[in-house]
């Protein structure tokens, strides 16, 4: 999906969704605990469906409910039975924080695992874990996109850089615990990102965990038992990070919801952004809060007359994109002044930005959102490619950036393909439950995966799959209607509810009607449709169809007169 932004401020109140990285910590460690946690206000993005999926192939029961996630854990124990069972195959999505959280996790309650992942999730650096495997005997093993370790992870020492990445210490803190003997975490470096290992450190003693700090690194007493909570999510800091600097750039918005002082270590962005804006030239380490690099480069590139370094931020190179680079490029596309430096941007602030480009989101939820509120001050219309990438963290981040009164255009790569006995499936597996707690909905799966077959082996009916990305997102199924002397009917048409709101169906239907026209010819189509599904009554009214007063049992007949009949 590309979308185009038409620049001009936001305004209003908004709340930042649930915290990724305290939601991926408070359910790992309710899946360790025995009996029913309940995780409460816990974010619903990509990372964190991935970290459910994998919990769950790791023996915990997971139950989403509204916002709250019920987790009926695993009990785990070096002596567990899971142990005996096969190893699990644990798809990461594009989630850093599960592959490297639950690496150390499957050795300690399952003897291994094989991980994958997509996008650049299987070539983040992993050497930390491996030196130290090689030390303890531990296999692991890259085939075909795919990790497999395999071995006992054993109490003691363990040695690790903590100039890497934190969510390697977190893996190690998760599991440690849960061996017989006591261990030690060691870093060989001052660690970056401190913060988010605090993060850990209270997620574990919230659920009765000691970890006890030293001088450069923690003393994990083992055999310690996780025991059950439950406990609500923060707001994300990291995510508030964007409608601040949007506040920055002159949107009047009130950013509702966050806890400060937080335990997350991004709430630290008003320090960051105060001293950025206090002289004329000060140097902001970003060490410790990398995320929060993308919104401040942002608020930097429109300080007029501020000259802005972030610095010590070369890990930023290793996330979904390489974070400098991407910056980089998308803020000097908008026509902002940055110099890219080893390990640091150098950001010379503008009173303004030309915009009026197509800029590229890097499949990088946070630089497809610092293009979109730097787009708030620039001059011209600001297009931005790949813009669904934002689902990784945030999925309604267009939805609450429309609300406030963001103006933007939604454009769609929509394609079709025939549906036949391979992949009707697909299309009937496209759930209708608008908060997506139940992606197979039975209900409806029931009748639609009975027409759809239906119509896969019966000729007087054609099946097209809805495509977006080459994802599938709807479908439609036409024919001849005998009722009306065998005109083109169509039938069943059906866009998967994450998409409703969004201008996909109505970018999809023209398509959809282009072949019924190359199948039956130019002339008039009929549907059916019930009269209080207002939503699709206005798509099709908006599209040429008008009501012929005529009902077939409780649906009201539509007719979209030939295009020659048209004025």
Not at 387 to 414: Q, T
Not at 476 to 499: Q, S, T
């Amino acid at each position: 999906m590309n979308v185009t932004i038409t620049p001009g401020k936001l305004s209003g109140a908004v709340t930042p969704p649930p915290s990724k990285s305290q939601a991926h910590r408070l359910l790992i460690a309710a899946a360790l605990a025995g009996g029913e946690s309940v995780i409460s206000n816990a974010a619903r993005s990509q990372d964190i469906a991935a970290t459910i999926a994998c919990l769950e192939e790791l023996g915990a029961g997971v139950t989403p409910s509204g916002d709250a996630v019920a987790v009926r854990g695993m009990g785990a124990s070096p002596m567990s039975p899971l142990r005996r069972m096969a190893y699990p195959r644990l798809f990461c999505g594009e989630s850093g924080s599960t592959l490297r959280f639950l690496i150390p996790v499957a050795l300690a309650v399952r003897g291994g695992g094989v991980f994958t992942g997509k996008g650049r999730l299987m070539e983040r650096p992993l050497a930390p874990y491996f030196d130290m495997f090689d030390e303890k005997g531990i296999s692991h093993a890259f085939k075909d996109g795919a990790l497999t370790v395999a071995g006992m992870l054993t109490p003691g020492e363990y040695r690790l850089p903590g100039n890497v990445s934190s969510q390697f210490v977190t893996g190690l803190l998760y599991a440690l615990p849960l061996l017989e003997g006591d261990s030690q975490i060691v870093l060989t470096t001052p660690p970056e990102s401190a913060g988010y290992i605090g993060m850990t450190v209270d997620a574990l003693a919230q659920f009765g965990v000691r970890v006890e700090p030293q001088e450069n690194g923690w003393f994990i007493p083992g055999g310690q038992i996780y025991r059950p909570r439950s406990l609500a999510v923060e707001a994300d800091w990291s995510q508030a990070g964007f409608w601040f600097a949007a506040v920055s750039l002159g949107s009047p918005l009130e950013v509702r919801g966050m806890r400060a002082p937080s335990i997350q270590g991004d709430w630290h962005w008003l320090d960051l952004h105060e001293r950025m804006c206090a002289a004329p030239s000060a140097d902001i380490d970003v060490s410790q809060n990398p995320d929060l690099v993308p919104p401040l480069a942002a608020a930097a590139a429109l300080e007029g007359g501020r000259v802005t370094p972030l610095t010590n931020a070369a890990r930023l190179r290793m996330k979904e994109s390489d974070r400098l680079a991407s910056v980089t490029a998308v803020l000097s596309a908008l026509g902002a002044e940055v110099e890219e430096g080893p390990d640091f941007l150098k950001i010379t602030g503008k009173d303004a930005l030309a915009g009026g480009v197509t800029v590229d989101s890097f499949n990088d939820h946070r630089i497809a959102m610092m293009a979109a509120i730097a787009a708030t001050r620039c001059i011209n219309p600001v297009t931005i490619n790949g813009a669904e990438c934002v689902a990784k963290s945030y999925p309604d981040f267009w939805e609450e950036y429309e609300r406030l009164g963001g103006k933007i255009e939604r454009l769609y790569a929509l394609s079709l393909a025939p549906i036949g006995p391979d992949n009707w499936k697909k299309a009937a597996f496209l759930t209708t439950d608008a908060e997506r707690l139940n992606p197979l909905d039975q209900q409806w799966v029931t009748s639609n995966a009975f027409s759809l077959l239906q119509a896969v082996y019966d000729p007087a009916w054609t099946c097209r799959l809805i495509l977006s990305n080459g994802k599938p997102v709807g479908f439609a199924f036409f024919g001849l209607w005998e009722k009306r002397g065998n005109a083109p009917l169509l039938c069943r048409y059906m866009i998967d509810v994450d998409c409703q709101g969004r201008g996909l169906g109505s970018q999809a239907l023209p398509l959809v009607l282009d072949e019924m026209y190359a199948l039956y010819g130019r002339g008039e189509i009929y549907l059916t449709v019930e009269p209080e599904n207002t939503r699709a009554v206005r798509l099709y009214e908006r599209f040429g169809f008008r009501p012929t007063g005529e009902f077939d049992c409780t649906e009201a007949v539509y007719v979209r007169p030939a295009p020659s009949q048209e004025g």
